[in-house]
């Protein structure tokens, strides 16, 4: 009865303190939260005056209508970037400040469905339960706190684990024309990591839900999506939305790599993400740069990529960022960009995926700046002699591509067929993995240089 007796009071003085700090805050209006209006409405860019206390990236309720963040602070009034709106939003609507972070919410009941950054399925349009809130970009890891990326992410693809190898850590930009296989390649890879203790996030940027939608169910065929997060902003999301989704992705992988694991992020695709910041930056009246980017882009993506990393508890981030392209110009402003942060490019050609090469990597313009550092002896031996070969013989195709090979002599009739039977030997249909055992077999033929 002591007990009982002794557990009530203490239930009774807590309650009472309570009540006593609720009452003292009303007292001293520490309850009450600033509340501004109004004062501009451009899209979903607006100003609000009358919150002197608010914070960067603090989450703001307008009127009810929809919720935002800050984004910017100016001397009278600051700018508010609109994440969810139910109705119009009109000069003169109240804004009310939540004294918190805006934060992206996630759930591990996503491993195997997809989410936003409202931790809302987007195949139901229901809310995960037992949310766990995530700050929208983390803190990049200390670089002593990083390791040496060692390990390979194999994707079982012939022409890339052989002769651009990826890295545990590593971040490897994926870039081509339209409906050359860059999504493609990602999927390759992702279903490649079955049984590897490697958890795979794909960010799908300003993709339509049955795009969406197909790679799901591509990837859930091939019993990949247990150990995948498809993390989605549609293309009709509203570009706020749309440039905090891959930050908050990358928020999600920073969380299960803490806890061990190897993560591979997909981000498809980073040029829909610029035109989004672009889109931002030009109605929140930010000065226009080059192609009306702002200045700031490229630290936009830089922050972005360098998440990625192996971390010295021996988890790693690997990141394959995709950029498409116009015309197979590698060299417009945000593929220059990309291609400067990243450890290396895949190159995909449009000339050679009409010419039946699958996958279409250009070998010429690919690189990967890692390369041997991350195979063992055998794959890296094998990968510099096939790549030496292969190139050499490109080039020597495309000088003689019209000429009569009989009239060649022996030594350059050898040189053209040992290129083309390493060409061949590199063409792989879409889901269908090679191991790197199988990789060495299939060129076997090239024993001599193998084996030095």
Known sequence: MENGAAEKLFEEDYVDKMLDDKINKINYRRNIYDVGKVIQVKDFIIYANGLENVSFYEKVNIDNKAIGYVMKMETNCVVIAVLKQTDKISIGDSVYQSNEEFMGEFSKDAMGRMIDIFGEDKLTNKKY??????????????IMERTPVKRPLYTGIAGIDLIYPIGRGQRQLIIGDKK?????????????????????IYVAIGKTKKEVKE????????????YTIIVTAFYDELPPVITLTPYYALSVAKFYMLQGFDVLVCIDDLKR????????????????????YPADIFYFHSRLLEKGCQYKNGASITILPIIETTSGDITDYI??????????????????FQKGEKPAIDYGLSVSRLGGA??????????????????????????????????????????IFEGRKILDSLNQYK????????????????GEDKNG
């Not at 999504?183 to 490697?198: E, H, P, R, S, W």
């Not at 889901?431 to 090239?446: A, G, P």
């Open 215 to 226: 790679i799901y169910y591509e990837l859930l065929k091939r019993n990949a999506m247990s």
């Open 431 to 446: 889901f269908s993995y090679l191991s790197k055992d199988t990789i060495i077999k299939r060129f076997s033929f090239l």
């Open 273 to 292: 993400h610029a035109d989004a910041y672009r889109e931002i930056s030009l109605i929140s009246l930010k000065a226009p740069g080059r192609d009306a």
């Open 335 to 352: 593929s220059t960009n990309i291609i400067s942060i990243t450890d290396g490019q895949i190159v995909l050609s449009s000339k050679n």
């Open 180 to 200: 050359t296989g860059k999504t493609q390649l990602c999927l390759d890879t992702i279903v490649n990591q079955k049984g590897q203790n490697v958890i795979c």
């Open 374 to 415: 991350v195979q063992d002896a055998e794959m890296k031996k094998l990968g510099a002699s096939v790549r030496q070969k292969l190139l050499s013989y490109l080039e020597t195709r495309d000088v003689y591509e019209l000429a009569n090979i009989d009239e060649m002599s022996k030594e350059l009739q050898a040189k």
């Open 129 to 142: 339960q037992d949310i766990i809130k995530l700050k929208i970009e983390e803190d990049n890891i200390p």
